[in-house]
């Protein structure tokens, strides 16, 4: 029996967030006695995700983190790395700053560089200049651009590069997500939700970019206003020891739950009546595509991509907009209720992971198949 062809996937650590889930509904998919996936991550430590690839037969190895004061040490490791494994596929998801592994891998013959654009933009940050130093730059180390999104794709490859952007859905398992209205009962009566009040829901990593304080905010003003709103946020990160503090010193923590990182977000949503999502910046949120599978509105700010806005009852509103505009926008859509055939309008935009993922196991073969035929050498 021929062994399995290995891709590597680059990114900065397996755990549970957007597009690392997103790279496990296809793993999990995979025929893998003819594709497997190894990760090079850029943390020291073990991601969520570590034990379930290891267990599927994934390699997982750790680079040094990119930080400019670990170039040179940074540098050592991937020619040594590229040097001890040939990999003819690189896929790299670490948007911008996948210029700098792709660029190690073209300087070790790797015949197929993938980078993958999940952004329509990036933090303003301390490095900021360098990401924007390295999104010029990754064009001329990447030969093939990949992109949840078009527009995300456009931001990060250039619009002269449209034409060669492939789109590769944030598919997901619908059927995990369908709506239970049992499910709901039960998960409702977990959190003391009452029957009557509006249950807000918001899935992501506690990050600036998912913003927070705005949830807060909006909470805080439907109280004002006298609704009866309870806002649920499931997710873990570095500002959620500082939100639950704004949420107390608002008077908030009785209607906030903070459920941290949860491996049944298919079984919470049903207790959701609506989902707020207002990043500063994003793609396409994998949790704005399952919390669409269970029929729930949808209210995101306009710097999430309109075209993960799938359902009549899915709206963006600028994010400078008033409160008292985010405030009566979640009323109106949480009244709305679910849509119906909301999985069939998602499985018809491709996000549906077992056709989604027959497609890029095929993808990947041939590309695999191309670097051999280039003089690429397979890593074992």
């Not at 449209?162 to 409702?188: K, P, Q, S, T």
């Not at 459920?259 to 989902?275: E, P």
């Not at 704005?288 to 309109?306: C, F, K, M, T, W």
């Not at 309008?345 to 280039?374: T, V």
Request: contains cysteine.
């Amino acid at each position: 029996m021929e062994k399995p062809i290995r891709i590597l996937e680059v990114v900065n650590a397996m755990d549970r967030a957007g597009l690392e889930t997103m790279i496990m509904n296809y793993y999990r998919e995979f025929d893998r006695d003819r594709i497997q996936l190894d990760f090079l991550t850029h943390r020291d430590w073990r991601g969520d995700y570590d034990d379930e690839i290891e267990s599927l037969g994934g390699r997982i190895y750790r680079a040094p983190r990119l930080y400019p004061q670990h170039w040179y040490s940074y540098r050592r490791f991937m020619r040594r790395f590229f040097a001890e494994h040939p990999y003819p596929v690189v896929h790299s998801h670490i948007d911008a700053m996948s210029a700098f592994p792709l660029a190690m891998a073209r300087e070790y013959g790797v015949q197929v560089r993938i980078a993958h654009s999940h952004n329509e933009s990036v933090d303003y940050d301390l490095k900021y200049p360098i990401k924007e130093l390295a999104r010029r730059r990754l064009p001329k180390v990447a030969n093939r651009y990949w992109a949840c999104s078009e527009a995300s794709g456009v931001y990060l490859f250039g619009e002269e590069r449209r034409g060669e952007i492939c789109v590769v859905r944030n598919a997901i398992e619908l059927e995990e997500y369908r709506f239970d209205g049992v499910a709901r009962e039960l998960v409702r009566s977990e959190l003391g939700i009452g029957p009557e009040q509006i249950a807000i829901g918001h899935v992501g990593r506690f990050s600036k970019v998912k913003n927070h304080a705005l949830l807060l905010e909006l909470l805080g003003e439907l109280r004002r206003e006298g609704g009866d709103a309870v806002l649920v946020l499931v997710g873990d990160g570095e500002l959620r020891a500082e939100i639950e503090r704004k949420a107390e010193g608002m008077g908030l923590s009785g209607s906030v739950r903070f459920l941290g990182v949860r491996s049944d977000v298919g079984r919470v949503v049903n207790a959701f009546d609506v989902v707020v999502f207002p990043s500063i910046h994003e793609g396409i949120p994998l949790a704005l595509i399952e919390a669409q599978a269970n029929g729930l509105p949808v209210l995101a700010s306009d710097a999430v991509s309109g075209e993960s806005l799938l359902l009549p009852t899915a709206e963006s509103l600028p994010l400078g907009a008033p409160l008292g505009e985010w405030a009566s926008a979640t009323v109106r859509l949480a009244r709305a209720g679910r849509t119906d055939g909301a999985m069939d309008i998602l499985a018809d935009a491709g996000y549906e992971i077992h056709r989604a993922a027959g497609r890029l196991a095929e993808a990947y073969e041939e590309l695999y198949s191309a670097a051999l035929r280039d003089g690429g050498q397979p890593c074992v």
